[in-house]
């Protein structure tokens, strides 16, 4: 199972950009997929996740401001982020909790890079 994140970029404050990841592999079914950042010196946090049946939580410093939502057909995961500071800069990694024909496994996708600066 392999997971590809994209969409990253230098946004200015008040903008936004929308990240995407997609899950492959011998996939039979997608649990819980998520949103993580880790900014420079930080640990790594929970940004938002979104349950298979499509309920989706976020962190204080997301909610009004980012929009989770997947297409369990495509096996995506995307993040719609606007209004982003520049304590938004941070390393974006998508997460997922997935039944392949290996047994049930937590993978990671390998970050992209939002920076948020004027």
């Known amino acids: 199972v392999q997971l590809q994140a994209s969409g990253g970029g230098l946004v200015q404050p008040g903008g936004s950009l929308r990240l995407s990841c997609a899950a492959s592999?011998?996939?039979?079914?997608?649990?819980?997929m998520a949103w993580y950042r880790q900014a420079p010196g930080k640990q790594r946090e929970l940004v938002a996740f979104?349950?298979?049946?499509?309920?989706?939580n976020y962190a204080d410093s997301a909610k009004g401001r980012f929009t989770i939502s997947r297409d369990n057909a495509k096996k995506q995961v995307y993040l719609q982020m606007t209004s982003l500071k520049p304590e938004d800069t941070a390393t974006y990694y998508c997460?997922?909790?997935?039944?392949?024909?290996?047994?049930?496994?937590?993978?990671w996708g390998q970050g992209t890079q939002v920076t948020v600066s004027s």
């Open positions: 997460n997922a909790h997935v039944l392949s024909l290996r047994g049930l496994g937590d993978y």
């Open positions: 592999g011998s996939i039979l079914s997608i649990n819980t």
């Open positions: 979104i349950t298979s049946g499509g309920s989706a």
